[in-house]
């Protein structure tokens, strides 16, 4: 769900990669490296640039990838049998390193009441070297298409890399304010700042209901900053369409100037 068209990948490619590696974080997020000579073939444009990335099934040795790269991907993805499809999820790009030829992913690991996840967060926990993915890069979201004097980031932890990513992209004049919520105060994690943009964690630490909720009510405590901005919501989406909602009905900010996406909806699991 995205509220504007993205800025398009540059010159896009169905990859095969493997997991070169992958640690735990924090306590709720997982990071697994990935690597291979494909890289080669990806384009990086930092802020929060994100890919589709497939995923094995279990059972499955090789990954069968589509071979377009424009929307026709997905009509060869349905045309496979759903046993030899493997899961497709959208990620982030947390770090890119060129001359290592490594990609860095950053895995949120939701669990439910009876301690299961979802297919990418298993996949995260059990990775292994050599393990095969497929990425198709998709291009970037933060598309700011006017003239602004500063940026607002609001996200949750699913929105942490595009938050990371846009800021160490931000020239270094860059003024803005970023409200992230996290699982826990441990989740944060260290990435170039500019010096004009002040960066709020708001962790849940076990407080109850629905992930985002925190987030959206430090935006409705917070008084904006001067001049003309553009506001960017990543993740939950009560969070970034209440967030949107506040911005433009509330505080008049005009549409034009807010963008939001949203990654995921509380209590309900992807589809495979």
Not at 64 to 83: E, F, I, R, V
Request: hydrophobic share 40%; charged share 25%.
């Amino acid at each position: 769900m995205a509220s504007f068209k993205v800025r398009k990948a540059v010159d896009p490619h169905v990859l095969m990669l493997e997991v070169a590696g992958g640690e735990r974080v924090s306590p709720n997020v997982v990071r697994v490296t990935l690597g291979g000579e494909g890289l080669g073939r990806f384009t990086p444009l930092g802020f929060d640039q994100w890919f589709r990335l497939f995923l094995p099934r279990p059972g499955q040795d090789t990954l069968k990838l589509p071979t377009a790269t424009s929307g026709l991907w997905y009509a060869q993805y349905l045309a496979t049998a759903k046993q030899k499809r493997p899961y497709v999820r959208n990620y982030t790009v947390r770090a890119y390193r060129a001359e290592q030829r490594e990609l860095d992913v950053d895995f949120v690991i939701h669990r439910e009441a009876d301690g299961s996840c979802g297919p990418a967060a298993s996949f995260a926990l059990n990775a292994k070297p050599g393990d095969q993915v497929g990425l198709l890069d998709q291009g970037i979201g933060y598309n700011p298409r006017h003239e602004h004097d500063w940026t607002l980031l609001i996200a949750d932890e699913t929105g942490l890399p595009a938050v990371a990513g846009i800021c160490e992209s931000l020239p270094g004049d860059a003024k803005g304010l970023a409200i992230v919520e996290l699982p826990s105060a441990e989740d944060r994690q260290e990435f170039r700042v500019p010096a004009g943009v002040e960066l709020h964690w708001v962790p849940r630490d076990g407080a109850g209901g629905v992930p985002g909720g925190l987030a959206m009510s430090r935006l409705r405590e917070t008084q904006l900053l001067g001049g003309t901005v553009y506001a960017y919501l990543v993740g939950e989406s009560a969070l970034v369409t209440g967030g949107r909602r506040h911005l433009v009905e509330e505080l008049r900010v005009p549409k034009n100037q807010v963008d939001f996406i949203g990654y995921w909806r509380h209590g309900r699991p992807a589809g495979t």
